[in-house]
Structure formats: C-alpha cells, structure tokens
C-alpha cells in the first residue's frame, strides 16, 4: 500500500483501513498546513485548522467520490471552507467601540488607516492568487 494512488488509498480508507487513512494524512498533511499557513500567517492556528480539515475528511471520507479531480483538491476545498468559515467567525467577534477605535489611531486619521486597510487587501489577494507551490516559495 506504500506505493498506492490516492484512489486506492481512498477505497481502503472508506472500508475502514486505519492504515490508509494514516497515509493518505501523511501525503497532504504537509500541502494543507502551508496552503492555511501562508492565510493565516499564524504557525499554531495553521497546525489547528489542518488538523480540523483531516477531521472533516475522515467525516465526509464514506461520502467521498472520485469525480475526474485529483484528492488533493477535494481536501483543498475542504481547507477553504474551513477558513472562509474560520474568517467570518473571526469578523463576528472583532467588533471594537467606535471611541475604542479612534484612541488607536490619535493623530493619524482615517486615510492612513483606510490605506492601510486596502494595502492588506491587495496584499491577501495577491497571495490567494498564487498556486499553493509558489505560496510556499
């Protein structure tokens, strides 16, 4: 089973196979930590949210079908519904009051602070629209 295709090693981990299971995990584990880590930009949240993408596919693994896409792929969906999910939970809780904001930004206005916004924007983009071998570069 070392040498076997993600295919492969899907049907024996849907029958069950721990073995299989554990090497389809060591294949992607690495791809997936580096596609969330280069997002997030936090090394333990990536190790977090990687975990949680293999927990979701051992969930979903008996639903899985082979569909002409390589599994990497299905496991990289999985990966960017958890962080779209991980993101709006995120913006739900970092609300501030207004008079909390405008402490911070004493002296500096809200042009400063908007291009700043905008420069990260750009930036995260930019990144989202590598190849997942070129983030890791």
């Known amino acids: 089973m070392r040498d076997s295709s993600d295919a492969e090693l899907v049907t ?13 995990y060591d294949r992607h584990r ?8 280069i997002r997030v930009d936090d090394r333990q949240l990536a190790e977090d949210l990687t ?15 082979m569909q002409g ?8 969906r999985i990966a960017h519904n958890l962080l779209v999910d991980y993101v709006r939970k ?20 809200p ?10 924007e750009r930036l995260r983009a930019a990144l989202l629209g590598l190849e997942p071998t070129q983030c890791e570069v």
Do not use: C, K
């Open 12 to 24: 024996h981990a849907q029958r069950g196979e721990v073995s299989a299971i554990g090497r389809l």
């Open 30 to 37: 690495e791809s997936i930590f580096h596609y969330l880590w």
């Open 51 to 65: 975990g949680d993408v293999f927990m979701r596919m051992l969930d979903a693994l008996p639903r899985y079908r």
């Open 69 to 76: 896409l390589p599994f990497r792929a299905w496991l990289y």
């Open 90 to 109: 995120m913006n739900h809780q970092a609300t501030l009051p207004l008079d909390a904001v405008e402490d911070q930004s004493m002296g500096e206005g």
């Open 111 to 120: 042009e400063r602070d908007i291009e700043q916004i905008m420069q990260s």
